[in-house]
């Protein structure tokens, strides 16, 4: 075994110590240089590394036969834990800072003590018995770097100058110390040690669920930057913009900046999750208000998406026609929506009459151009039902991993595309015939072709505007594996018809058709819809979406637009958002796992406060995770502690203190650094959202909470207000700055939150003209303005409440899910939707005993109640819930569920 | 700094000293290691245990040592190697309450100390009264359609 030293290092005392006291036969080697803890380390001839001092010592011991006892245990770990800190320590105070011996020792007092004790106590002559252990080695070569020889302990620890004289001068540990303590070796361990931070003893940190400020974050302010936040903080709200009320419709406007944003347009026949939310309706309606806040000339547009495969075969599950599908869903997601409060200027749908003339006009125009080629595919067709199948009216078994129920188009899984003609044992969806091989006629996209127009203008397009690097990277990758024509016609009825000889009984493909819905909704919305769409001089276009949906909006809609050469505005700022995951333990294999939108609204949870969260994890830049956990987390620490605090004590001071008046300020240097600060983090949040940088935006405005919160807890206004007159003056001019701080929170919190921002208006009275953004900080509520009701903005969430929740929508199949129209595809074709809790997979034994229980305790429960003559109200409430759960209960065992009417109705 | 109160005797203090002495009250003896140098090993984690994983306290600190740990773990089952010790299980509690905090991202990032840390806490009698940290990453939702 080798051993390799370093030398210099104190712990090579020990180890060094240890093998010459037990022998052990290894070879020196010095450490590699730059190795930088500082430790030896054995290698074994086995491979194995020991690179803790201690152990090594140990080892040697071992292999001679001296077995660990708890008494060696005992020492080795304190000498771990307790001595080797407070040594290190004193060795730094001896060897940096120049501290003699005994001085530096001082910090030791109390350990070398303990050993006193130990050693007078037993009457033995060693640390562990009355023969050396490792124990002393140990022990002694992390003393002896420190004291050097006995005369510097204290004459009254007489037991310890004892051992520690006869460990110093047995042999291995003379050997040892004469081999590493050589003075010249302990200056170059001084070298080391002046690079390393001086070791800190037993720092007991507070634990605390803040988020712990990033180091360097705290830069220096400059005098100009005082001064000039200053100056602006005294022209007040004279110096804001006017608020900008468009007209409406909202048209683009010369000499304004237009935006026009878009979120990826959810489809229809999905109530959307949390993640579809998030990735593109949340995020644009963020960024919306920001442009708004901004006085740009905005317009937000989205709708549902309704063409398409998916909603014609929902269709025939529900027996309902494809448009009342889309009917339905369409309301479902429009309240969705409102109940986020999603500011789209115009929220509207892909199935109406602009959307075909505007497709067809784009297709003639491509086919003019000589952009689409024809060309014949082999496709399944079912001679029974007497058409050809589209991807989702086929299942079978998945040619990759041999899925019993993949998808014509892909396989659930394992994921991968499938061309439906390379199913294994293919069924026709509707009528579970078997489908043959069919040549058919089919239009396709020449993107070949296309890639000349295309590529200068992504070219252009990436170097003006903001793309996310994900859509970059994916584009890349698109173009890089070559362009290939792409099939634009589908055999389907649900659809914008082709307008061809020969195609008529076919429809435009989905990724075709859904892009224009961009264009027909805002038709819908203005009959001057041209004036955003075929205006690029004018308009700058911000695209939201989740990443998979990039190629379409980057590669392929914007080559139909190119074709089409009609002036069309294309996307200049495409931002696409990684994946949100779900975090839960159970793995349901049927789509649709986690939070759906409408559940959202069932939690109990206020939408400000779902917005705030999915926000804060925003997956940008890399994927995140929804957690229960770290909602209520967030909730209580984020927004409770921090925000809602700092914002309800700024108002509740004015009111308390100064009967609701803002009071005088009168600005000390303390306070002009503050304003400095606060300007410093608006103009961080104003760069990171002209970027799109949503998520990390919102940690600039808890950034300004917590200096504020700072402040107020620095300053202490409701002590001084009861001092003498300089005091109360100092509380006033506290409390001034900090409701004008709460007012500026109110403006950059609208975007993320805006009922929490509306209350906050409210409660402090902050005139609209002010809720404009600007890069200064300016004092928008001066010195006698009044103040309304001040309250708190959140509530506390418990974790209770957030359990059940978890449990709710976290495992298994929640209740809610029934009402998800994707949880399950039954086949079932003409049943009306499901009952709530048929979904629950019946005879889940797991669940049969967690419900069996519970009816159990709540039967308990009511009985209880009943004893204790409890309020009949009360009794009433608990027996439903047992009703509910017993109803649960013969669901999840296959049983009717025949519910007792409840007793107290029938009697009278 | 826990003390265990024996029958005989002062007592003794320190986690890893009570582990190690229960341990041999249980005749378990092999949760120590058998061979010399397992016994090292095994010495040598409960010693990282109580002075690198307890005296850590920046996230750092956290950072560094679940970066050692998943070199450490790479090519091995469990820490002293093959065989199953008490290194494993006081590792495991020591390192509970950060595997919970980590996100999915992280614990794919450390991905031979959460193989570890899963192994471990399904392993009998371990896991006690912690909760189970999750592995499986469910996405909540696709775009496709």
Known sequence: MRLRVAAGGPAALKVLAAAGAAAAPVRLRPLAPLSPPWVPVLELDSGTVLFSPNAICQFFFLARGEEPTDLTNQWLEWEATELQPAASAALYAQLVHGKKGLEAAEALGKLLAHIEQNLSRRGTAYLAGNTESVADVVVWGTLFPVLRDETSLPSELQALRTWFRSMTLSEACRKAADSVLMPKALLEFKAYLQKQPPPCLAVEKATSNEPEEEEGSERALTEEEITAAVDAWARGAAALPKPWQPQKPVLPVEGMRNVLITSALPYVNNVPHLGNIIGCVLSADTFARYCRLRNWNTLYVCGTDEYGTATETKAVEEGLTPQEICNKYNAIHADIYRWFDISFDYFGRTTTPYQTTIAQDIFQRLLARGFLLQDTV???????????????????????????????????????????????????????????????????????????????????????????????????SWIRDGLKPRCITRDLKWGTPVPLDGFRDKVFYVWFDAPIGYLSITANYTDQWERWWKNPQQVELYNFMAKDNVPFHSVIFPCSLLGADDNYTLVNHLIATEYLNYEDGKFSKSRGVGVFGDMAKDTGIPADIWRFYLLYLRPEGQDSAFSWSDLMLKNNSELLNNLGNFINRAGMFVCKFFGGTVPNMVLTPDDKRLLARVTLELRQYHQLLEKVRIRDALRCILSISRHGNQYIQVNEPWKRIKGDEKDRQRAGTVTGVAVNMASMLAVLLQPYMPSISLAIQGQLCIPPDCFVLSHDFTCTLPPGHRVGTVSPLFQKLENDQVEALRKRFGGGQPEDLAVAPQARQTPAASEPPPAPATLMAPGDPQLIQKLTEEVAKQGNHVRQLKANKAEKAQVDTEVAKLLELKKQLALAEGKNPEVPVPKGKRKK | VPVLQTNNGPGLTGLTTIAAHLVKQAKKDQLLGRTAEEKAVVQQWLEYRVTRVDGGSSKEDTRIILKDLNIHLEDKVYFAGNIFTLADILMYYGLHHVMVDLTVQEKEQYLNVSRWFNHIQHYPGVRQHLPNVIFIKNRLYTNAH
């Open chain 1, 378 to 476: 082999e496709q399944l067709r079912c001679e029974d039902c007497q058409r050809f199948l589209a991807d989702r009216f086929v299942e079978g078994t998945c040619p990759f991993c041999s899925y019993e129920e993949a998808r014509g188009d892909q396989c659930d899984k394992c994921g991968k595309l499938i061309n439906a003609v390379e199913l294994k044992n293919p069924q026709c969806k509707l009528c579970r015939g078997v489908p043959v091989v069919k040549p058919t006629q089919h239009l396709f996209l020449d993107l070949p072709k296309l890639e000349e127009r295309l590529e200068p203008w992504l070219e252009q397009s990436w170097a003006t505007g903001d793309w996310t690097a994900n859509a970059r990277y994916i584009t890349r």
